[in-house]
């Protein structure tokens, strides 16, 4: 099975920038590709940014483009999320997520099988 453990969140002001990490362990071989989900208060687990492991292919949220770069060290297993001029409605709990299915299905949550505990991104005005 496959672990993740993310940290990097915080508190930040409106603008500023937060990076996430994403941390694989266990059997990393049998993932294709991680995604980064993230849910605020009240609302919906949304889809944010994917990549493939092999390639490095990329895949936003329209309201990520531009703002947020999703990476990959294969080395350490890791998935970073760097996250540019922060909004107050960036405010929510981050999630990374393995796919462990052969496609790639980067914005369709049922094709992540295994979640990490989440990191608070919060963001003030």
């Known amino acids: 099975q496959v672990q993740l453990v993310e940290s990097g969140g915080g508190l930040v002001q409106a603008g500023g920038s937060l990076r996430l990490s994403c941390a694989a362990s266990g059997r990393t071989f049998s993932s294709n590709a991680m995604g980064w989900f993230r849910q605020a208060p009240g609302k919906e687990r949304e889809f944010v940014a994917a990549i493939k492991w092999s390639g490095g292919i990329t895949y936003y949220a329209d309201s990520a483009k531009g703002r947020f770069t999703i990476s990959r060290d294969n080395a350490k297993n890791t998935v970073y999320l760097q996250m540019n001029n922060l909004k107050p409605e960036d405010t929510a709990v981050y999630c990374c997520?393995?796919?462990?299915?052969?496609?790639?299905?980067?914005?369709?949550?049922?094709?992540?099988?295994?979640w990490g505990q989440g990191t608070q991104v919060t963001v003030s005005s």
């Open positions: 997520a393995a796919d462990l299915t052969p496609g790639y299905h980067p914005s369709n949550r049922r094709a992540y099988a295994v």
